[in-house]
């Protein structure tokens, strides 16, 4: 079954600090994996989009990286900020369909 | 949010009422899709559309219908079939195949009365 998990479901950082989310897919067979930031209320807004060939994708303060082999893949926030506050979505492309298979997403809080 | 645009932002349904949701884009993109958000879960596919007058169901198509008459739009109206239909309702276009990205609208939060 293609599935999309995200952790942690939740996490809380202070401003300045880094973190990690993780992403682990079983999606087969593989097109893209993109991430999206979400704040709450508001749609999704793409932050990168990876094929299986790329290991890196930065965007700002926003780093993704692929690891094909294991399917995994991680956004790193460099130096938080409080707009950082949100919900980030890893979304993976099957490539065979017109579906895409969204994680549940980490909630993010920074605060000062 | 790019150039799409959802309307209302809140809308209310009363028991066996029917609502329609509003979705317009001027990105000139050809495919758009209707994903529907609840706590705790990804987002899901209620229907999508690739080009005018045609349109596929997603996952959840049971209880909700659209139309594509024009490029630009893409309503999609919940109907008295849809029993939980409490959820923030997103709307989405890209340029084509499910490999572009999609760009989401706003959203509409609907609530039952």
């Known amino acids: 079954k293609n599935q999309v998990e995200q952790s942690p479901q939740s996490l809380i950082i202070l401003e300045g600090k880094n973190c990690t989310l993780q992403?682990?897919?079983?999606?087969?067979?593989?097109?893209?994996l993109r991430w999206y930031k979400q704040d709450t209320g508001r749609g999704p807004v793409s932050l990168t989009i990876?094929?299986?060939?790329?290991n890196t994708k930065s965007n700002g303060r926003y780093t993704a990286t692929l690891d094909a082999d294991t399917k995994q893949s991680s956004l790193h926030i460099t130096a938080s900020q409080l707009s950082d506050s949100a919900s980030y979505i890893c979304v993976v492309s099957p490539g065979t369909t017109d579906k895409l298979i969204f994680g549940t997403g980490t909630r993010l809080q920074v605060f000062p | 949010d790019g150039g799409i645009t959802q309307s209302p932002k809140y809308l209310f349904r009363k028991e066996g009422q029917n609502v329609t949701l509003s979705c317009e884009q001027n990105?000139?993109?050809?495919?758009m899709y209707w994903y529907r958000q609840d706590p705790g879960q990804g987002l899901r596919l209620i229907y999508y559309s690739q080009i005018v007058n045609d349109f596929q169901k997603g996952d959840i198509a049971e209880g909700y219908s659209v139309s594509r008459e024009k490029k630009e739009s893409f309503p999609l109206t919940v109907t008295s079939a849809q029993k939980n239909p409490t959820a923030f309702y997103l709307c989405a276009s890209s340029l084509g195949t499910v490999l572009e990205t999609q760009y989401f609208g706003p959203g509409t939060r609907l609530l039952v009365l």
């Open positions: 992403c682990n897919y079983t999606v087969s067979p593989f097109s893209n």
């Open positions: 990105l000139n993109h050809d495919a």
């Open positions: 990876m094929t299986f060939s790329e």
